[in-house]
């Protein structure tokens, strides 16, 4: 059984910055690649960011592209989502996931349980 637990959400002005953090359980870590989620209040959830397994490959939704930066630790079984100049649209809870297939339509089989982001204005 694979365990995702995210941490680092908070609350940040507009134009902060915050960096969440994903760790993993489990020994194959490395095999998989990674997402990171968000779901704002009233809305469906939406794809933000995705590595590959070796952290050769990212991809990102148009809207975070220059300002979040996703990375892995695969030493450590984290996934980071670094998120800077944060906007009040950026408010959600950010969850993160564990991708297999072929790049970049991953499928996503375990979730985190999410943290909660909120920028204010």
């Known amino acids: 059984q694979v365990q995702l637990v995210e941490s680092g959400g908070g609350l940040v002005q507009a134009g902060g910055s915050l960096r969440l953090s994903c760790a993993a359980s489990?020994?194959?870590?490395?095999?998989?690649?990674m997402g990171w989620f968000r779901q704002a209040p009233g809305k469906e959830r939406e794809f933000v960011a995705a590595?590959?397994?070796?952290?050769?490959?990212?991809y990102y939704t148009d809207s975070v592209k220059d300002r979040f930066t996703i990375s892995r630790d695969n030493a450590k079984n984290t996934v980071y989502l670094q998120m800077n100049s944060l906007k009040p649209e950026d408010t959600a809870v950010y969850y993160c996931?564990?991708?297999?297939?072929?790049?970049?339509?991953?499928?996503?089989?375990?979730w985190g349980q999410g943290t909660q982001v909120t920028v204010s204005s």
């Open positions: 996931a564990r991708g297999y297939g072929r790049p970049p339509s991953y499928e996503y089989d375990y």
């Open positions: 489990g020994r194959t870590f490395s095999n998989y690649a």
């Open positions: 590595i590959s397994w070796s952290g050769f490959m990212t």
